[in-house]
């Protein structure tokens, strides 16, 4: 009996595999004013807006996409620092911050706005609030090391990343709120949950972004990728790749990136914008990025297979 030649069926498997890869179609800029310049956009939950704030953090617009249409939400100083809109598109939550004059005490505010209405109302005031965000249709903050308003949200089968406390990620899951701290010791910023709601992305400040799962354990090292938002389908992650001198960024392209970090693709590749901090579609294949100078940038993408012939 004839043994199958199984060079001819190693190379026969390689050529069957299906590979992806991620590509720019377009790449516009929004007709917004010039007046000021315009800085973290990002998506509202059905992807027909984006909020954004300026280069001073102090203030919150709205742009709708159908009509090109602009409002204020907000001109609250340091509100652009941190804000989040509910899963239903209906209300926004921002934290201010100022100083009292006399006794130079720092003092911060939590505001729900209603997005049709932009009536507003006060949650909380103190001295130590981080950046609030939305679980359901509540409004959840931490002060000091306590997550605050949990206990009004049925957290069952619930999986949310509530932020950064004390440089360490906090979510909840399943009911329970979780302190992670994947390298021991980390400090960690920009954490981002997958689609699927079983990872997370982050960075941490010495050895760069990685993926890990809800305990904490780390799944894969990504080195400098810089804030890192999954795509709507979770086989990319989105990040910016900046250069600086030690003063000042030189450049920034918009790239993506596999989980597993075997596989890099460069988005933009444009010497004269310096695109920064790029937002996902969560219903599109469309990213929204902000420039060093102000502009805001929406990307359009594709994800193709090897196998399908370019349009």
Known sequence: M?????????VFLLNSIVYSQILTIKIERLPLPVNEEWANPVFSPDGQK????????????????????????????????????????NFLVYRSTYYNEKTRERIQELYQVNLKTL?????????????????????????????????????????????????????????????????????????SLSPDKSKIVAYEADRGAFVCDLNGNILARLGKVDAPVWTKDGKYIIYM???DDGH????????????????????????????????TS???????????SGEIYLIHYSERRSDEKEK
Request: glycine letters at 8%; a neutral charge.
């Open 282 to 292: 969560p219903v599109e294949n469309k990213i929204v990025c902000s420039s060093l």
């Open 241 to 243: 790749d900046d250069k």
């Open 119 to 191: 009536l507003k109302k006060k949650i909380v005031s103190g001295s130590d609030i981080y950046n609030p965000t939305f679980v359901k249709s509540n409004v959840i903050y931490s002060s000091g090391s306590e997550t605050k308003n949990l206990e009004k949200v049925n957290l069952s089968n619930e999986t949310k990343v509530i932020g950064i406390e004390n440089t360490k990620i906090v979510l909840i899951h399943n009911g329970v709120r979780k302190v992670l701290d994947p390298f021991g010791n980390g400090s960690y910023i920009w954490p």
């Open 2 to 10: 004839r043994r199958p030649n199984i060079l001819l069926i190693v």
């Open 50 to 89: 984006i909020y954004f704030t300026n280069s001073s953090f102090n203030g919150i617009w709205e742009y709708t996409f159908s009509g090109n249409k602009l409002r204020q939400i907000t001109d609250a100083p340091g509100s652009g620092y941190g804000f989040t809109i509910s899963d239903d598109g």
């Open 248 to 279: 000042f960024i030189l450049s920034s392209e918009i790239m993506a990136i596999t989980p597993d970090g075997k596989e890099k693709y460069e988005l933009t590749s444009t010497p004269n914008v310096i695109e920064m901090y790029p937002s």
